[in-house]
């Protein structure tokens, strides 16, 4: 069966540091995909990142990094330099091929002034 | 760049009322899913819908729900009786064809539905 966890339930930090969230998941296919959704205080699912299982390369878009290693099942995601207005709840999604999203629990990010 | 809208953006109803959220997807996109994430808590699946008919659904999704595409570009959740523990922000999203039925990495800005 397909799950994911996020160990870190809540994470606070001050402007200008960097934080990481961590993603590890568990699946028995060798076909799949992990996301990143960011969901800010007015709910909508923001679309972060896509990656398949057969691309383990990382991934930088500006101040967002996402370090896909499979030997530790993990998808991590860094955000440098943190603003205040990455606040927010960021989930892990995995989907198997042909199957729908499990969402791992979110991990609720607050960046402080 | 298109993008999956739903309407209304919030609803509110009383127990036992029949509740219709309605969603546009993308234009080329073939598959459609209904999620929902109950206040706090992580987005669940419902049910997914794929050539006019129902490909997946979950434990959650049952005979008090329903999904429709009435035309061809509206793809609806019907509540027929809604409890109070239906309240929840209810996301529509799509995938492209090209996906083959994976993963929709679009989704609606969601429906919040109060129940009362």
């Known amino acids: 069966a397909q799950k994911v966890t996020q160990a870190q339930t809540e994470i606070s930090v001050v402007e200008k540091e960097d934080v990481t969230l961590d993603c590890v998941y568990e699946t028995r296919d060798t076909t799949y995909y992990l996301f990143w959704y960011k969901q800010p205080p007015s709910g909508e699912l923001v679309f972060l990142i896509r990656?398949?299982?057969?691309?383990?390369q990382n991934e930088i878009s500006g101040r967002y990094s996402w370090n896909f290693q499979k030997s530790t099942s993990s998808f991590n995601f860094t955000i440098t330099a943190s603003q205040v207005v990455d606040s927010a709840v960021y989930f892990c999604?995995?989907?198997?091929?042909?199957?729908?999203?499990?969402f791992g629990p979110g991990t609720r990010l607050s960046v402080l002034p | 760049e298109p993008e999956v809208t739903q309407t209304p953006s919030h609803q509110v109803t009383q127990m036992g009322q029949e509740v219709i959220l309605r969603c546009v997807p993308i234009?080329?996109?073939?598959?459609f899913y209904w999620y929902r994430q109950i206040l706090g808590q992580k987005v669940e699946f419902l049910v997914s819908?794929?050539?006019?008919?129902?490909?997946?659904k979950s434990e959650i999704f049952d005979d008090q729900f329903s999904v429709e595409r009435p035309d061809g570009s509206n793809f609806t959740l019907k509540i027929r009786s809604t409890k109070l523990e239906d309240s929840a922000m209810y996301f529509c999203?799509?995938?492209?064809?090209?996906?083959?039925?994976?993963?929709?990495?679009?989704f609606g800005p969601g429906t919040r539905l109060l129940v009362l």
């Open positions: 999604a995995l989907s198997e091929a042909q199957q729908n999203f499990v």
């Open positions: 819908f794929y050539n006019n008919e129902i490909s997946e």
């Open positions: 990656r398949n299982s057969f691309d383990e």
């Open positions: 234009s080329n996109h073939l598959y």
């Open positions: 999203a799509s995938s492209e064809p090209s996906l083959a039925g994976g993963p929709p990495s679009d």
